[in-house]
């Protein structure tokens, strides 16, 4: 036993657990800084400049050479060739275009993932702080039940009501322990979501600290900037792009060669003799058989599938946008007229059956109906607030809010049917 202790000590001296926590206002900086997987995905842009390196690039030359002899005769024959290849078209420009081009989609592919894992992030927040203004709602039920439990016991005690009605108000207060017990394993259950996303360890505590913000509409935000979109468009320019490099493979490079050639023979009656050749060659392949019609017609449909794919893209942005603001917009109509008409009213009511309550004029079971009416009320306004922010956060990734398109590599918004 004693060993084991001493085990587990060591163990929790090696490795210190560390307290991390953030704000709703501060999640999204947290992913940016600290998302192990965006870390990875940001080595694609590497990989992408990596290849830019080597495009647009000339093949090397080619050095031959080659010696032939004759033993009876002596005469012997030798010889040296360079040979370049060369575009006669626009091929090695457009592989280089091209490649920038995969350079800017590979960002855009970060800039995407970074702007839906903080939207998950985000929404994983606002779900721990209603719970945590759920349970302070608990906590506050249960002490009222409580009271009322122990005004009811010494009543019954005294016999001037039922036992019956001691034990209900007892089983009352045990269901809204329970209920907080509920929401704490759910809160569990959201945290360990929600540290991966964060780059939290799995042994380090993760608090959520603030309240949620007062449900207001936010104004009207363009979706252009989105990064998915711009990479939507960069894929339009490189399925062009990739059409115009296959039409200009239709002709081949030539090859230009500069050669040099010795020979020593001999020449009756004078003997052996040494001559040399400089020479220049010209290799030009001609498209007869192979026109590169094949790849030609394949990225012709594939330009035409990205300029569709754009416009899909755009109508489910702009579906997207509009039912998260409507969705908005329900929620703060919902919590507004639920905490400003309805909730008062049964505040007031409830105050009334619980002040009759301890003077005999009602029963028990009403005030716990009344009171239930109160909790269910109480609870629908945090959770029409909760739907309120988590439509917040989808509209703002619906609009790219928190991870739009940098300056750098956004190309000029075009206008989809």
């Known amino acids: 036993m004693i060993r084991c202790t001493l085990i587990l000590f060591a ?34 842009i590497e990989e992408a400049r990596g290849r830019l390196l080597g495009t647009g690039r000339l093949q090397n030359p080619e050095l031959s050479a080659f010696a032939l002899s004759d033993r009876r005769f002596d005469e012997t024959k030798t010889g040296l060739s360079l040979d370049q290849k060369f575009p006669v078209t626009a091929r090695l420009r457009l592989e280089k275009s091209l490649s920038q ?4 989609a590979a960002q855009l592919e970060v800039q995407d993932a970074e702007r839906l894992l903080i939207a998950e992030a985000q929404a994983l927040t606002v ?86 913000p007062a449900a207001t509409m936010p104004g009207c ?78 990225k012709s449909a594939a330009a035409q ?5 754009t416009k899909a893209l755009v109508a489910g942005i702009t579906n997207e946008a509009a039912g998260a603001r409507a969705e908005m917009e329900a929620n703060v109509k919902l919590a507004t007229e639920t905490k400003e008409k309805l909730l008062p009213l049964v505040l007031q009511q409830t105050e009334r059956l619980e002040n009759a309550y301890q003077t005999g004029q009602t029963d028990l079971l009403t005030v716990l109906r009344a009171r239930e009416q109160r909790l269910q009320l109480e609870a629908a306004v ?27 590599n956004v190309t000029p918004p075009r206008s989809h049917p």
């Open 11 to 44: 163990s929790i001296l090696a490795d210190p657990v560390l307290a991390e926590s953030v704000t709703l206002a501060s999640v999204p900086a947290k992913v940016r800084a600290a998302n192990p997987s965006l870390a990875a995905a940001r080595l694609r």
């Open 101 to 104: 081009q995969l350079v800017t």
């Open 127 to 212: 779900k721990l702080l209603s719970i945590e203004q759920q349970r302070a709602l608990r906590m506050q039920q249960t002490e009222l039940a409580q009271k009322l439990s122990s005004f009811a016991a010494s009543r019954a005690a005294a016999g001037e009501i039922s036992a019956l009605d001691a034990a209900q108000a007892q089983v009352d207060s045990q269901r809204l322990l329970l209920e907080g017990n509920k929401l704490e394993t759910a809160r569990v259950s959201l945290i360990g979501e929600l540290k991966p996303k964060l780059g939290v360890a799995a042994n380090d505590s993760l608090s959520i600290i603030g309240d949620l």
């Open 221 to 298: 935000a363009s979706w252009e900037r989105r990064a998915d979109y711009q990479l939507a468009l960069v894929n339009e320019g490189v399925a062009r792009g990739g059409m115009d490099l296959a039409k200009s493979k239709k002709w081949e490079d030539i090859t230009v060669g500069l050669l040099w050639e010795g020979e020593r023979m001999e020449d009756a009656p004078n003997g052996l003799e040494n001559t040399g050749f400089i020479g220049l060659k010209v290799s030009i392949p001609l498209p007869f058989w192979n026109k590169n019609q094949g790849e030609i017609a394949e």
């Open 305 to 309: 599938r990205a300029n569709l794919e």
């Open 382 to 408: 945090i959770d029409a607030v909760r739907d309120f922010h988590l439509a917040r956060i989808r509209y703002e990734a619906a609009t790219g809010k928190h991870a739009p398109a940098s300056a750098t």
